[in-house]
Nanobody, 122 residues
Framework: QVQLVESGGGLVQAGGSLRLSCAVS????????VGWHRQAPGKQREAVAS???????MYADSVKGRFTISRDNAKNTVYLQMNSLKPEDAAVYYC????????????????WGQGTQVTVSS
Protein backbone atom coordinates (compact mmCIF):
# COMPACT_ATOMS: atom_id res chain seq x y z
CA GLN A 1 0.00 0.00 0.00
CA VAL A 2 1.41 3.35 -1.04
CA GLN A 3 1.37 6.01 1.66
CA LEU A 4 1.95 9.72 1.17
CA VAL A 5 2.65 12.23 3.93
CA GLU A 6 2.70 15.95 3.23
CA SER A 7 4.52 18.50 5.33
CA GLY A 8 5.70 22.08 5.14
CA GLY A 9 2.42 23.95 5.15
CA GLY A 10 1.82 26.95 7.36
CA LEU A 11 1.09 30.64 7.52
CA VAL A 12 3.03 33.03 5.31
CA GLN A 13 2.63 36.62 4.24
CA ALA A 14 1.81 37.44 0.66
CA GLY A 15 5.00 37.50 -1.37
CA GLY A 16 6.63 34.90 0.86
CA SER A 17 7.70 31.35 0.19
CA LEU A 18 7.01 27.85 1.44
CA ARG A 19 8.33 24.46 0.47
CA LEU A 20 5.98 21.52 0.71
CA SER A 21 7.27 17.98 0.93
CA CYS A 22 5.55 14.72 0.07
CA ALA A 23 7.20 11.62 1.48
CA VAL A 24 6.17 8.43 -0.31
CA SER A 25 6.46 4.90 1.07
CA UNK A 26 5.17 1.44 0.30
CA UNK A 27 6.19 1.23 -3.32
CA UNK A 28 9.09 1.76 -5.67
CA UNK A 29 9.15 5.53 -5.71
CA UNK A 30 10.99 5.75 -8.99
CA UNK A 31 8.06 4.01 -10.71
CA UNK A 32 5.53 6.60 -9.57
CA UNK A 33 4.49 9.91 -11.03
CA VAL A 34 3.47 12.44 -8.39
CA GLY A 35 1.28 15.50 -8.41
CA TRP A 36 -0.04 18.25 -6.19
CA HIS A 37 -3.62 19.40 -6.10
CA ARG A 38 -5.16 22.02 -3.85
CA GLN A 39 -8.60 22.81 -2.53
CA ALA A 40 -9.74 26.10 -1.09
CA PRO A 41 -12.93 26.42 0.99
CA GLY A 42 -15.99 26.34 -1.23
CA LYS A 43 -13.99 25.54 -4.34
CA GLN A 44 -13.28 22.43 -6.31
CA ARG A 45 -9.99 20.65 -6.00
CA GLU A 46 -7.62 21.86 -8.72
CA ALA A 47 -4.37 20.66 -10.17
CA VAL A 48 -1.27 22.62 -9.24
CA ALA A 49 1.77 20.74 -10.53
CA SER A 50 2.91 17.27 -11.43
CA UNK A 51 6.13 15.43 -12.18
CA UNK A 52 6.51 12.30 -14.22
CA UNK A 53 8.67 9.26 -13.59
CA UNK A 54 11.23 10.72 -15.95
CA UNK A 55 11.12 14.18 -14.39
CA UNK A 56 8.88 15.99 -16.86
CA UNK A 57 6.79 18.66 -15.18
CA MET A 58 3.47 20.37 -15.70
CA TYR A 59 2.01 23.41 -13.97
CA ALA A 60 -1.30 25.15 -13.71
CA ASP A 61 -1.22 28.52 -15.46
CA SER A 62 -1.93 30.23 -12.16
CA VAL A 63 1.35 29.04 -10.63
CA LYS A 64 3.72 29.01 -13.59
CA GLY A 65 6.87 30.94 -12.86
CA ARG A 66 6.20 30.90 -9.12
CA PHE A 67 6.03 27.21 -8.16
CA THR A 68 8.58 24.50 -8.86
CA ILE A 69 8.00 20.78 -8.45
CA SER A 70 10.94 18.44 -8.06
CA ARG A 71 11.64 14.90 -6.95
CA ASP A 72 14.47 13.25 -5.04
CA ASN A 73 14.36 9.54 -5.81
CA ALA A 74 17.02 8.83 -3.17
CA LYS A 75 14.75 10.28 -0.47
CA ASN A 76 11.43 9.07 -1.92
CA THR A 77 10.22 12.64 -1.70
CA VAL A 78 8.62 15.20 -3.98
CA TYR A 79 8.89 18.90 -3.24
CA LEU A 80 6.77 21.87 -4.19
CA GLN A 81 8.67 25.12 -3.87
CA MET A 82 6.19 27.97 -3.74
CA ASN A 83 7.45 31.51 -4.19
CA SER A 84 5.69 34.86 -4.48
CA LEU A 85 2.68 33.46 -2.71
CA LYS A 86 -0.66 35.19 -3.14
CA PRO A 87 -3.77 35.09 -0.94
CA GLU A 88 -5.48 33.07 -3.66
CA ASP A 89 -2.90 30.31 -3.20
CA ALA A 90 -4.32 29.59 0.25
CA ALA A 91 -5.75 26.07 0.32
CA VAL A 92 -5.20 22.56 1.56
CA TYR A 93 -2.51 21.04 -0.63
CA TYR A 94 -2.64 17.33 -1.38
CA CYS A 95 0.01 15.20 -3.01
CA UNK A 96 -0.96 12.12 -4.97
CA UNK A 97 0.87 9.34 -6.73
CA UNK A 98 0.23 6.78 -9.43
CA UNK A 99 2.13 4.75 -11.95
CA UNK A 100 0.05 6.34 -14.70
CA UNK A 101 1.05 9.81 -15.90
CA UNK A 102 -2.43 10.21 -17.39
CA UNK A 103 -4.09 9.54 -14.04
CA UNK A 104 -1.78 12.02 -12.35
CA UNK A 105 -2.61 14.73 -14.86
CA UNK A 106 -6.33 14.07 -14.56
CA UNK A 107 -6.31 13.94 -10.77
CA UNK A 108 -7.49 10.35 -10.72
CA UNK A 109 -4.52 8.93 -8.87
CA UNK A 110 -4.99 5.86 -6.75
CA UNK A 111 -3.03 7.22 -3.79
CA TRP A 112 -3.51 10.49 -1.92
CA GLY A 113 -2.07 12.11 1.16
CA GLN A 114 -4.08 13.75 3.94
CA GLY A 115 -3.17 17.28 2.92
CA THR A 116 -1.31 20.21 4.43
CA GLN A 117 -2.79 23.64 5.01
CA VAL A 118 -1.28 26.71 3.37
CA THR A 119 -2.51 30.09 4.59
CA VAL A 120 -1.42 33.32 2.93
CA SER A 121 -2.08 36.60 4.69
CA SER A 122 -2.48 39.78 2.69
Amino acid sequence: QVQLVESGGGLVQAGGSLRLSCAVSGSTFSSLAVGWHRQAPGKQREAVASISIGGSTMYADSVKGRFTISRDNAKNTVYLQMNSLKPEDAAVYYCHADGSWLKIRSGLSDYWGQGTQVTVSS
